[in-house]
């Protein structure tokens, strides 16, 4: 399998189920009034860190990843299924971003770590829902709404507490394979290693560590070239930085290149303790050995001559490290940048001169959850949207009777609130309800079938 550390996905979160419109009809209660219960919610999308995997490359077949839909209300008050959740299996180490705000939605630091990446929708309130001392018979019900729908960018970044760090053909992945217990495939051309590889070296009874063999990085990796900007992000979560080092390849012009692309990369790599490990001495005479050593002192880090082939020098690197490793610091996850903040109502005159656009979030989630074409559905929103202060806000931008006020696609007819909207607070008040429809509820209830669980 291919190892993948990038890759771009959707989530999208079900939608809400539709808020119920029904009337309670039995034999012996001929007015039962409104009992439509809430819609389900849409099932959400979650990211989960896992440790047995160490690629993203099992998201691949699948780009779009949905939540379920929630079910509509039904009568009796009963609520509607919801939706189904549905959670992704990421490996520990894992970063999401909003591909579209730049939003860091999540960073997954622990095994068993859970985030919600896309929100269901809500489930819409039934007819029940809507019932006052004013409005005994509601005939309108609210709409789910839509799920959260995000474009993700999930980028892995492998959890290790030492990082090796070297050119290719270093020999990191023969040093990775006789210290730990890692199996990486090595051969004698560079770029052996593709992907980074993880190992254990434990020490005595109770001491462990785990050990990263990082792609080989070359001259300009923080540019782009070779495979080091791919894979420099995994050595930024290591506690203990190894150089590994040719030794029959310049070993101090070496160590400072490999400065120079972390410095280059990440200044604050520079500051992590570190060791030099000095391989393949067994290509080179002792005072040649001896020479390269005594140059390397120079950068000021411990060095360790090795050769991983015959296994000389090994107990000295496994002490130094654990020597070296500095205590396992508590991840601090990346802090998500604070969402946008909503914004209030704004109200402008039509382009054309043919009315008015009102605006805002409040606005436009009300009519989202409404039937535009039911009357009562429309006067409930009037209501809304004057406890808003939109009344206000266009009579002060001259808005007169009769104007068309527009919300998103739908369109209200205006009348100033000293005129009518006072009349129909003041039928509100006495308690009237609208003409015929309580007599119309009365004649559906009396010719209803009998309720076969009355």
Do not use: C
């Not at 030492?162 to 270093?170: D, E, F, T």
């Not at 806000?393 to 100033?416: C, M, N, Q, T």
């Not at 039928?427 to 009396?446: H, K």
């Amino acid at each position: 399998m291919a190892f993948r550390d990038i890759i771009d996905i959707r989530v999208q979160a079900g939608r809400g189920g539709d808020g119920g419109m029904s009337f309670l009809r039995l034999k012996y209660v001929p007015r039962g009034g409104p009992d439509g219960g809430r819609g389900g919610d849409g099932g959400s999308v979650w990211l989960e860190a896992i440790e047995d995997s160490t690629s993203l490359q099992q998201l691949l077949p699948r780009h779009l990843y949905r939540g379920g839909t929630g079910q509509q209300g039904e009568g009796r008050k009963r609520a509607g299924r919801g939706g189904e959740d549905i959670t992704l299996k990421v490996p520990v180490g894992t970063i999401a971003k909003d591909m579209d705000t730049g939003e860091t939605v999540a960073d997954l630091i622990e095994v068993g770590q859970r985030v919600l990446v896309a929100q269901g929708g809500s489930g819409g309130r039934g007819n029940s829902s809507f019932a006052t001392s004013t409005r005994r018979v509601p005939r309108f019900a609210e709409y789910g709404t839509e799920g959260e729908s995000r474009r993700l960018r999930l980028e892995l970044r492998t959890i290790a507490d030492v990082g090796l760090v070297g050119l290719p053909n270093a020999g990191k992945s023969s040093l990775l394979a006789a210290l730990s217990n890692a199996k990486p495939e090595i051969a004698s051309y560079p770029f052996t290693t593709l992907s980074p590889n993880l190992g254990v070296v434990t020490r005595g009874v109770d001491e462990r560590l785990t050990l990263a063999d990082i792609p080989g990085i070359i001259e300009d990796a923080h540019l782009g070239k070779g495979l080091g900007l791919d894979f420099l992000r995994h050595i930024s979560r290591t506690r203990l930085l190894t150089f590994v080092l040719d030794i029959a390849e310049e070993p101090a012009p070496t160590m400072q290149l490999l400065l120079e692309e972390l410095k280059q990369y990440d200044p604050d790599l520079l500051e992590l303790p570190a060791l030099i490990v000095l391989n393949k001495t067994d290509l080179a005479a002792p005072d040649e050995v001896a020479a390269h050593e005594a140059e390397l002192t120079g950068v000021g880090l411990p060095v360790i001559p090795v050769s991983a082939l015959e296994g000389n020098g090994l107990d000295a690197v496994r002490d130094t490290l654990f020597q070296l490793l500095p205590e396992r610091p508590v991840l601090q996850a990346a802090k998500a940048e604070p969402k946008v903040v909503r914004a209030g109502i704004t109200v402008n005159a039509a382009a054309d001169g043919s009315g008015w656009i009102a605006s805002g979030p409040d606005l436009e989630a009300v009519v989202v959850r409404f039937d535009a074409a039911n009357r009562e559905a429309v006067a409930y929103m009037h209501h809304h949207f004057r406890g808003l202060g939109l009344d206000r806000l266009l009579k002060r931008a001259g808005a007169r009777d009769g104007d068309d006020v527009w919300i998103g696609d739908v369109a209200f007819e205006y009348f100033d609130e000293t005129g009518e909207t006072l009349r129909e607070e003041a039928r509100e008040r006495e308690g009237e309800e609208p003409t015929g429809l309580e007599a119309d509820f009365s004649d559906e209830n009396d010719h209803a079938e009998p309720d076969q669980d009355a």
